[in-house]
């Protein structure tokens, strides 16, 4: 066989051994549990969402091999390993009460009333570890238990709300909820208005960007992914020199 006919021969993909729901299969190294998923089979309609690594739809739960820790991620985020043991999470079920925003105030009180639970955290920390976003979870839940929400909202701000925190506390919060509620109710109660948005959405109201609009519409997706591409962003500041 000559040098170029060895080149030119496919590569052999490497393979490693995962069970998934306790059956074995063998699959290429490599792969992210979503596309190995697929490789074996699975038609996946549920537990999918955005396949870029932030929607929280895809959690599943794992151990590697030869480790008795339990593990939480995201299927499109996490690479198989040989020996691991997989199960998917496709729907976390945690109490999500019902309220009016309009009658709650950023209160301990009137937190504590939709989430009684959030007394019984033990500060375990167990939250945190589960998280895919490295959040610190366990410490926004003590912020909230201050009374300070702003330092709660901010610590929860990228929360995708795949619930691996609710599956692993022995207190049963059901941190997606609270962390909402909480960010709704920093937004609404605690965050200076912006007056220029005020004013942009009357403009908006009076009808002063129907037209624009209008032809927005009828230009169809080719024109608005050439504007999307050409957008300006706008540049957030960097720190201060020295920082």
């Given at each position: 066989?000559?040098?170029?006919?060895?080149?030119?021969?496919?590569?052999?993909?490497?393979?490693?051994?995962?069970?998934?729901?306790?059956?074995?299969?063998?699959?290429?190294?490599?792969?992210?549990?979503?596309?190995?998923?697929?490789?074996?089979?699975?038609?996946?309609?549920?537990?999918v969402?955005?396949?870029?690594?932030?929607?929280?739809?895809?959690?599943?739960?794992?151990?590697?091999?030869?480790?008795?820790?339990?593990?939480?991620?995201?299927?499109?985020?996490?690479?198989?390993?040989?020996?691991?043991?997989?199960?998917?999470?496709?729907?976390?079920?945690?109490?999500?009460?019902?309220?009016?925003?309009?009658?709650?105030?950023?209160?301990l009180?009137?937190?504590?009333?939709?989430?009684?639970?959030?007394?019984?955290?033990?500060?375990?920390?167990?939250?945190?570890?589960?998280c895919?976003?490295?959040?610190?979870?366990?410490?926004?839940?003590?912020?909230?238990?201050?009374?300070d929400?702003?330092?709660?909202?901010?610590?929860?701000?990228?929360?995708?709300?795949?619930?691996?925190?609710?599956?692993?506390?022995?207190?049963?919060?059901?941190?997606?909820?609270?962390?909402?509620?909480?960010r709704?109710?920093?937004a609404?109660?605690?965050?200076?208005?912006?007056?220029?948005?005020?004013?942009r959405?009357?403009?908006?109201?009076?009808?002063?960007?129907?037209?624009?609009?209008?032809?927005?519409?009828?230009?169809?997706?080719e024109?608005?992914?050439?504007?999307?591409?050409?957008?300006?962003?706008?540049?957030?500041?960097?720190?201060?020199?020295?920082?």
């Amino acid at each position: 066989m000559s040098e170029r006919e060895e080149r030119e021969l496919p590569i052999k993909a490497k393979y490693v051994t995962i069970w998934v729901f306790g059956r074995p299969y063998k699959v290429p190294e490599g792969l992210t549990i979503q596309k190995a998923l697929e490789y074996i089979g699975y038609r996946l309609t549920r537990g999918v969402g955005c396949r870029k690594g932030f929607c929280g739809a895809c959690l599943v739960v794992y151990r590697r091999k030869n480790d008795f820790r339990l593990y939480a991620g995201l299927a499109c985020q996490t690479l198989v390993e040989d020996g691991m043991q997989i199960a998917n999470i496709w729907f976390t079920p945690p109490k999500k009460p019902r309220y009016d925003i309009e009658k709650i105030k950023p209160t301990l009180e009137d937190i504590l009333k939709l989430f009684p639970e959030l007394t019984r955290c033990v500060a375990c920390n167990t939250c945190t570890k589960a998280c895919p976003q490295e959040l610190q979870v366990m410490d926004a839940i003590q912020a909230i238990l201050r009374g300070d929400i702003k330092t709660a909202a901010e610590l929860t701000f990228d929360c995708i709300m795949c619930g691996a925190c609710s599956l692993r506390c022995p207190a049963e919060i059901p941190h997606p909820w609270v962390f909402m509620l909480i960010r709704r109710l920093y937004a609404k109660y605690l965050v200076p208005k912006a007056k220029h948005l005020e004013e942009r959405l009357k403009e908006v109201e009076a009808g002063m960007y129907d037209r624009q609009i209008d032809e927005l519409i009828k230009a169809g997706p080719e024109k608005w992914r050439e504007l999307y591409l050409k957008r300006e962003i706008e540049k957030r500041p960097g720190p201060p020199r020295g920082a």
